[in-house]
């Protein structure tokens, strides 16, 4: 004959089995509740503006992720401070996967050995996935006589403080491509900030700066329109989608590599499924042959990679950049 529990366990009993149950219920409601992501529109800030390289990596996989994942992604842009107004914006913003980012390498790599900033780089954002490496080109305005390397290296040493080059505002990698060149060759070029690519790019086209340390997917259209001149790659090899541009390391220019790089990030307490699942659709849009083909031949070299790898490259990444500002002595201001 089977026991019943005596009338002194039996409240007990009935007390733990009404908690086991309880908490099954709760994390079958978690799980389906992340399950369940998107359910709502999805909004990827960009912190800088309109016709950037970042904006155009952006629009280009926004339309295959809101097809992956069923729900409108919206490209928002919020120039200014180097991304840091993009920054502030998502991370007052729920962390449930609705509210996302692009990151760059001066808003993660570049900004925390600037400044004290109203967020942790290393802490309060995820990193998600790295979309893609792009190693700078240089182009000049094609009213100048300048057709390469030498004979940009030459015609700054010549004219001493009279060659200026644009960037999408202070401390981001555009700024930091003119000083390390600086640093390399000895060379005196004045860097004038601006609040993104696509205001620096229109001062550049009108003659009004001589320079930029650009992203091919931003600039090259302007090259082949012969507005302006594509100097060489900075890089240790020619890019596979622009064969044809020239390195620095091939006009004698050593140990110029500033590589820039694209990625997208979550707010810290985005769930972890959720993280998983966004790095997982964006992959699989890298993988897709229009947009690899798309983004090769504008010069990018595809990552796509997991969290985890995207953390590890940003330490490497942070203490290459540190030591270029601590070398040229640069501050925020």
Not at 156 to 178: D, E, F, R, V
């Amino acid at each position: 004959m089977r026991r019943l529990p005596s009338p002194l366990i039996r409240p007990a009993f009935l007390k733990l089995v009404t908690v086991c149950l309880s908490l099954a219920a709760a994390s079958a409601n978690a799980t389906t509740g992340v399950e369940a992501w998107p359910t709502r529109l999805i909004r990827i800030l960009v912190g800088f503006s309109p016709g950037g390289s970042n904006d155009i990596v952006a629009r280009l996989i926004a339309p295959k992720l809101a097809e992956a994942l069923g729900k409108q992604v919206l490209i928002d842009n919020r120039p200014g401070a180097g991304g840091n107004i993009a920054a502030d914006t998502m991370l007052k913003a729920p962390a449930d996967g609705h509210t996302l980012m692009i990151c760059t390498t001066g808003m993660l790599s570049i900004q925390p050995s600037l400044q004290k900033m109203s967020y942790d780089a290393q802490t309060d954002i995820v990193p998600v996935s790295l979309i893609a490496n792009t190693p700078y080109v240089a182009l000049v305005n094609a009213s100048l006589p300048i057709h390469n390397v030498k004979e940009l290296i030459a015609y700054a040493k010549a004219n001493p403080g009279k060659l200026n080059y644009a960037s999408s505002g202070n401390g981001t990698a555009g700024h930091l491509a003119g000083e390390m060149l600086k640093l390399r060759t000895g060379v005196d070029i004045v860097h004038v900030p601006y609040k993104g690519t696509g205001q620096a790019m229109a001062d550049l086209l009108g003659g009004q700066v001589s320079l930029i340390f650009d992203q091919p997917i931003s600039s090259l259209q302007y090259a082949k329109s012969g507005k302006l001149r594509v100097l060489g790659v900075a890089a240790a090899h020619r890019l596979d989608g622009l064969p044809e541009v020239p390195t620095f390391a091939e006009a004698g220019v050593k140990d110029f590599e500033p590589v820039a790089w694209t990625g997208i990030c979550a707010p810290k307490g985005t769930p972890a499924l959720v993280v998983a699942r966004l790095q997982k659709e964006v992959q699989q849009v890298l993988r897709q042959p229009d947009i690899a083909q798309r983004l090769q031949q504008d010069g990018m070299e595809i990552v796509g990679n997991s969290p985890e790898k995207f953390r590890d490259f940003l330490k490497v990444d942070r203490q290459k950049w540190a030591g270029v500002i601590k070398a040229a002595n640069i501050t925020a201001n």
